[in-house]
């Protein structure tokens, strides 16, 4: 089993920045690739950005270039930087764990974490 506890969650200006982190704990060795979505009132769940533990990323065209995925192997963490956030970006973030290959498709991720809630507004 692996547990996922994302924090960095907030209220946050149109055109701020969060960071969000994503603490992994239990079976590491069993994954291969983390990934963020995220999911909006009333919309499916949508892949942002994925890392595997090598670095190797991945993003949607939605957030390329606002935001950046890292990852510390030392600390079995993974981040999501999010720069020049928009009202668009409100929703609850999730951070997940593959012990597959790295991949957009929700299904295809075996842990999640509870989420935390990203609001941009003014």
């Known amino acids: 089993q692996v547990q996922l506890v994302e924090s960095g969650g907030g209220l946050v200006q149109p055109g701020g920045s969060l960071r969000l982190s994503c603490a992994a704990s239990?079976?590491?060795?069993?994954?291969?690739?983390m990934g963020w979505f995220r999911q909006a009132p009333g919309k499916e769940r949508e892949f942002l950005a994925a890392i595997t533990w090598s670095g190797t990323s991945t993003y949607s065209d939605s957030v390329k270039g606002r935001f950046t995925i890292s990852r510390d192997n030392a600390k079995n963490t993974v981040s999501l930087q999010m720069n020049s956030l928009k009202p668009e970006d409100t929703a609850v973030y999730y951070c997940a764990a593959a012990m597959g290959l790295m991949t957009h498709v929700e299904n295809e991720y075996n842990y999640w974490g509870q989420g935390t809630q990203v609001t941009v507004s003014s």
């Open positions: 239990g079976s590491i060795f069993s994954i291969n690739a």
